[in-house]
């Protein structure tokens, strides 16, 4: 079967309020975690913590090692004698000074214009607490490129004292971003910084639970993908064929896929945590399931009828209905399979979105 263009509305489900987690379980690998086989067998309702009995010796998990940064900015756009308040979401760095970005109202922008985040300062020592960006580009969707004033190592330090962490919007819809997200919205092993969304999968992992994947043979591997805003927003078109994905950039090491490519051939499994580790490794694949070093963009949209090259197991927390996600995991395991798994964990009162719960989803067999 080959990846066709389907009906957005197939991927559409009703999902009570009540279900939209807030904020995430404490411990992090005591969040619910529903295990989902192919065919016929029954769900299972377990723990993250249970993971370790779940897998087997020789399987390799496969991390997005990338960092969120406070990547929503509130400016002023100078014209002449005229001034508006714009929020900007950053999503895809293009440049040492240059980033893409979302802007709101994007109608109150023209190319040419600047925008001025933060405040003058008197102290030249403390002039990072403004910054100037220039609109370059306008794009569909209220997309915008942005240049600043500032580039490398300057913006981003800018960037880290004028931006806000950008909490999904049907968490931060509902209360403020505080101190408390800073640490719960990024993953123990962020490392590379440029993610405006956390690997939310990654979220539920403990070092307690990193331990004990290691004595039971479990081996871990890094990629990075820098997450962006698009990946979230709903399918607005009525047919997936009208729908355009955001790029983003990832990389995969010529170390770690030597060593996944190594793990396949003794029998083990390549488990991606996240749909972000799931969709970069598929990008680097090759026809024949070989994981190939990989550094670039990638707009992989993955649809049922995707034949899957790398991936044998994928760990995601529960994602929109009409979202890119939930069309990946219905890909995964099956429509009507994660129809009944959604259907399932919003009876059995699991947790939903960035926040909550987490699932285990062994591939379908081809069809």
């Not at 987690?21 to 529903?34: G, I």
Request: aromatic share 8%; net charge negative.
């Amino acid at each position: 079967m080959s990846q066709g263009f389907m009906r957005v509305d197939l991927f559409d489900f009703d999902l009570p309020e009540s279900s939209i987690s807030l904020r995430p379980t404490e411990p992090r690998d005591a969040a619910r975690m529903l295990v989902v086989k192919p065919d016929e067998v029954p769900f299972e309702d377990r723990t993250v913590r249970d993971l370790p009995d779940l897998l087997q010796p020789g399987d390799v998990l496969v991390l997005n090692d990338t960092k969120v940064i406070p990547s929503r900015l509130y400016g002023l756009r100078v014209r002449e004698e005229t001034a508006a308040r714009v929020e900007i979401m950053l999503h895809k760095r293009e440049g040492m000074d240059r980033w893409r970005a979302f802007a709101r109202p994007a109608k109150k922008l023209n190319i040419g214009d600047r925008i001025r985040f933060g405040e003058a300062s008197e102290s030249t020592a403390c002039e990072l607490v403004r910054v100037d960006a220039e609109v370059e580009e306008k794009g569909d969707g209220g997309e915008v490129t942005l240049r600043f004033s500032f580039a490398g190592p300057f913006l981003d330090e800018a960037i880290a004292r004028l931006g806000e962490l950008p909490l999904p919007p049907y968490i931060a819809g509902k209360r403020a971003t505080d101190e408390k997200d800073r640490a719960d919205y990024q993953t123990v092993y962020a490392r590379d910084e440029g993610a405006v969304a956390a690997p939310t999968a990654g979220l539920h992992f403990t070092d307690d639970l990193f331990r004990r994947l290691e004595e039971r043979g479990i081996g871990r591997q890094f990629v990075t993908l820098h997450v962006g805003a698009g990946t979230f927003l709903p399918v607005k078109a009525d047919d997936t064929a009208e729908h355009r994905m955001h790029a983003e950039w990832g990389t995969v090491t010529e170390e770690t896929a030597r060593a996944l490519n190594e793990a396949r051939a003794r029998g083990g499994r390549v488990v991606a945590v996240g749909t972000t580790s799931l969709r970069l490794l598929e990008s680097a694949a090759e026809e024949d399931g070989t994981i190939a070093p990989f550094s670039g963009d990638t707009a992989i949209f993955i649809t049922p009828g995707y034949r899957f090259k790398a991936v044998d197991v994928l760990m995601t927390n529960f994602h929109l209905p009409r979202s890119t996600l939930f069309m990946l995991v219905s890909a995964f395991a099956g429509l009507q399979r994660m129809r009944a798994a959604y259907s399932h964990a919003i009876e059995a009162g699991y947790r939903f979105y960035s926040y909550g719960d987490a699932s285990l989803l062994f591939r379908a067999k081809p069809s």
